[in-house]
Structure formats: C-alpha cells, structure tokens
C-alpha cells in the first residue's frame, strides 16, 4: 500500500466511524416510525439485525469511490492530500446505506402499498430524494437489467439522516439474499469485464422466474 492508498484508508476508517456514530444516534426514532408506518401499509420489515451497514463494509465502500475519483480530480491542480479530502468528504456525504431498512409486500398490494409508503412517510415529514429512487422492475429486459427486483429509495429525516429503504416481494427478497455475493462482484472494481458480463447474464436469467407485480413499469 502507497502513501496515497493509506491515506484513503485512514481517512475512509475515519469517516466510516462518523457516519456510523450519527447514524446510531437517529436510529431510534426512524425506526420507530418505519415500524408504525409498515403496521399501517401491512408491510413486514425484515433484516432489522443489519439495519447499520458494518464498519468496515463502509470504509470498503469509501475507498473504492474516492480511488475511482482521484485520476480526474489530480488534473486539476490541486495536491494529492487536498484532492483525497475534497474526494472522501464529497463521498461520505453522498453516502445513503450507512442505515438502511427492508418492506415486503404482497406481490398483489405492491404498487399500492408503495404509494401508501410514500403518503406516510411525507407526513412525519420524511423527504425522499428522486435522484436516488432506483425502480429496478423497469430495467426488466433493457441493457441496464442486472437481475435485481426490488424499488431502493433513499430518505433524509427531520435530523438530516440519510437511509436507505428498499421495497421487495418476498420473491424479490430471497432472491436477492440468495444473489448478494454475485451481485456484490459485478459492482467490484477488480473484477474483469469478461466476467462481470457472464455474471450478469446469469442473474438475469435467475431473475425471470420472479413475478412482476402489476403495474410497477408505471411508478
């Protein structure tokens, strides 16, 4: 490791411990209201165990951003540490998934109890962010389908707490509990293209047998 890759590393651990130490803080009361808001959409929360992403997952995930960002950002003019700074406080801010929650619905009250979802959480005064709402079921035969089922929407509380929540069938979610380490390999910057591509091809093709719920395409 350079002096520039520990660098990152150290300042990614940092940031990693941040993020979680804030994120612990406001946890109480978010889940709370996701609690009360799931008993309202008849939704069931699952994977409450692993609310908070791991330390170390998250200084992986901070790591690998802020080196993908440094061949540009060097070309500025700026000196290395500045560029890692502005690179990782940049990145860390961005961060979504430091906290993040699961809702399963019914395959037939999906798109309805989605849009009950939102309703609830805009009254206790939670805001999602559109540029971060990814509605997986779209991509379903187009170049960008990856295998994954499932809407993922990222919100920020009354405290300014990022999170992630993400909406399955109970389909969709063992399908992706039963696909993570693959799936997690198509998003790694060490893996060839080559495989990345045949990986995907197979979770596609793992991914036809999972029903579509009516009218989810239009969301």
Do not use: C
């Not at 692993?50 to 790591?63: G, I, N, Q, R």
């Not at 395959?107 to 009254?123: C, D, I, P, R």
């Not at 999170?163 to 992706?176: A, G, I, V, Y």
């Amino acid at each position: 490791m350079n002096l520039a890759q520990q660098k990152i590393a150290e300042k990614s651990e940092q940031w990693a411990r941040t993020l979680l130490t804030q994120a612990a803080k406001n946890e109480p009361e978010i889940t709370e209201d996701l609690q009360n808001i799931a008993s309202e959409v008849s939704a069931a929360m699952v994977g409450l165990e692993h609310k908070f992403k791991s330390e170390e997952s998250l200084a992986k995930k901070l790591v690998a951003k802020v080196k993908a960002d440094l061949p540009d950002l060097l070309i500025t003019g700026f000196t290395e540490d500045e560029e890692i700074r502005k690179s990782i406080n940049l990145r860390a801010g961005q961060n979504n998934d430091t906290l993040r929650y699961t809702f399963l619905f019914l395959n037939e009250n999906y798109v309805f109890a989605f849009k009950q979802t939102l309703n609830s959480l805009a009254k206790r005064k939670y805001k999602v962010l559109e540029k971060r709402i990814w509605n997986a079921w779209k991509n379903i035969g187009n170049v960008f389908d990856n295998g994954y089922r499932g809407i993922n929407i990222t919100l920020i509380s009354s405290q300014k707490q990022k999170f992630e929540l993400q909406f399955h069938t109970k389909e969709s979610f063992d399908l992706k509990t039963k696909t993570h380490k693959l799936y997690k390999q198509i998003k790694s910057n060490t893996i060839p293209l080559q495989r990345k591509n045949e990986i995907k091809e197979k979770l596609v093709k793992t991914a036809k047998e999972i029903q579509i719920p009516k009218g989810i395409k239009r969301l």
